[in-house]
């Protein structure tokens, strides 16, 4: 700036020049200084008081005799899908779970399952709604209406797309999409197995629960276990009788791991549900 240029600044005859900033690069700005990354927000709301309603888990409620016999039931499950167990089981973090007949508790221990694992400090779970015929946990979630499994594999939709945020953060759902006439081959084709190799291969950390229709009343739960590596069996305490449990086990024959879960009966801890886990096979008294 000149002498008279200066003169005039102090007469206020002139403005003085805008002073100018270099923008600073990102890796110089302090973290704390960053702004915090957009959080996305959950697509789903649990319905708490729903859960609590039918007897569930509740996500907030780390105690409890429910809880307890669930992390019984879970824990050979997980060390399983990571390779903790006696011998390696391919896409063991693939687990179905079925019963061999409607009105078991399969759909109940599938989301109690979910629910539990979801409570891990280093697991992700997500849970698939693969009873497209009756797909009870989708409206347990209230997604019955949503796009979902079948949509992926009709190739309607991506995967990307269809999977739903809970606020439970560790827990994602697949509902099981639109009504398909022809869904038990959709469930056996070779976008099936492509889908189940990805999901198990995507996230290293993440189990994968499908709740299945009951063995005995489609073919649909023989098919999909043809896809995982470790199934549960829901049975109904003093109800089941064992011929029917045996048949049911038989197609499931070819699966590497078969655990039992004995529902609804009222003996053990007096809470009306007690969980026993072992695995395949069992002598059912011939």
């Known amino acids: ?90 896409h063991a973090n693939l687990i179905l779970v079925t019963s061999s007949l409607p009105g078991e508790g399969k759909t109940f221990t599938a989301v109690n399952l979910a629910l539990s694992i979801a409570a891990e400090r280093d697991k992700t779970v997500l849970l698939i709604d693969a009873d497209v015929v009756k797909p009870a946990a989708s409206r347990l979630f209230d997604a019955h209406e949503r796009p979902g499994l079948i949509d992926v594999l009709e190739r309607e939709r991506p995967l990307a797309d269809v999977l739903l945020r809970t606020d439970i953060p560790k827990l994602t759902l697949l509902p099981a999409g639109r009504h398909h006439t022809h869904a038990t081959e959709l469930l056996a084709s070779e976008e099936m197995q492509r889908l189940a190799r990805e999901i198990s291969q995507r996230y290293p950390d993440r189990v994968v629960v499908f709740d299945s229709p009951p063995l005995l009343a489609t073919t649909q739960a023989s098919v999909l276990a043809t896809h995982v590596g470790q199934v549960v069996l829901v049975v109904e305490a003093e109800a089941t009788p064992q011929y029917i449990v045996k048949e049911a086990a038989d197609m499931l024959s070819t699966c590497e791991v078969v655990g039992c879960v004995l529902n609804k009966t009222q003996q053990g801890f007096g809470l009306g549900y007690y969980a026993y886990y072992g695995y395949k096979y069992y002598n059912y008294g011939e």
Do not use: C, H, W
């Not at 302090?30 to 996500?59: T, Y």
């Open 1 to 90: 700036m000149s002498i008279i240029e200066k003169a005039l600044e102090k007469q206020g005859d002139i403005s003085p020049e805008p002073a100018t900033f270099e923008a600073v690069p990102d890796e110089f700005v302090p973290e704390a200084a960053k702004p915090p990354p957009p959080v996305s927000k959950p697509q789903i709301v649990v319905n708490r008081e729903r859960l609590q309603e039918r007897g569930m888990l509740s996500p907030d409620a780390a105690e409890g005799q429910l809880a307890e016999e669930y992390r019984m039931i879970k824990r050979p499950l997980l060390m399983n899908a990571f390779g903790e167990g006696a011998e390696v089981i391919p």
